[in-house]
């Protein structure tokens, strides 16, 4: 366990996203500092947490942000193993975690992620023919459409999506939830996707307002 802003966070120092974490005390600050602002001069009820890998996010604003509901999903089990010794530790009662991710779709898939230094990481994406499968680790893991799985309307909600190449199944999976709410959505976008999710917010009315200097993540 490692004391970071106050939480108590069970990490592996031998995972990339977590050793960054240990070492800086931070994660995508930029990000999260935009985010945090917004939660202040706006009251958000409800934050997703969609690819939530060890909960920081999840974590950070449990701590800070008072009656904010947070539900988080996360496919891999290594990484909701750790999510879930966190909350354990911490004894949050505003978050739940779900060990499945979000999609357009019901089904079971394989996904892959690769060791390093001899440890599974457990930022993982779906495997597809164009992944090398050296030194690697592959696992099946369920999708669930997100509008089945939510049921918020006429909430303020801010979504986090981190979720590796899947944002726009995530995003056509949240039809009902997108247009019955207000929403800030913070989204991770490589930039072989880019021009199709940014097309598919647009046409729904969103528009950016933060790209982060550091990363592909911007906030619609």
Not at 24 to 44: Q, S
Not at 106 to 119: A, D, L, S
Not at 130 to 153: M, Q
Request: net charge positive.
């Amino acid at each position: 366990y490692y004391n970071i802003k106050n939480v108590q966070f069970y990490l592996d120092f031998l995972d990339p996203v977590d050793r960054q974490i240990i070492l800086d005390k931070n994660y995508e600050h930029d990000a999260i500092n935009f985010l945090e602002l917004e939660m202040k001069k706006n009251f958000f009820s409800n934050f997703l947490d969609i690819g939530a890998n060890s909960g920081y996010y999840s974590f950070y604003f449990a701590k800070r942000i008072s009656g904010l509901k947070i539900q988080a999903f996360e496919p891999n089990q290594d990484a909701y193993g750790k999510f879930l010794k966190t909350n354990s530790k911490n004894s949050f009662k505003n978050i739940e975690i779900s060990n499945f991710g979000l999609s357009n779709v019901n089904k079971k898939v394989k996904m892959i992620t690769w060791f390093k230094h001899g440890i599974a990481k457990t930022n993982s994406t779906i495997l597809d023919k164009s992944h090398s499968t050296i030194n690697s680790k592959i696992f099946e893991a369920d999708l669930k459409i997100g509008d089945e799985v939510l049921n918020i309307s006429n909430k303020k909600l801010i979504l986090k999506i981190d979720v590796e190449g899947h944002e726009l199944c995530v995003l056509l999976g949240l039809k009902s939830t997108l247009n019955n709410n207000k929403c800030l959505i913070l989204i991770e976008i490589g930039n072989e996707k880019f021009q199709e999710v940014n097309k598919y917010l647009i046409e729904k009315n969103f528009k950016i307002i933060f790209k982060s200097k550091y990363r592909l993540d911007y906030i619609y």
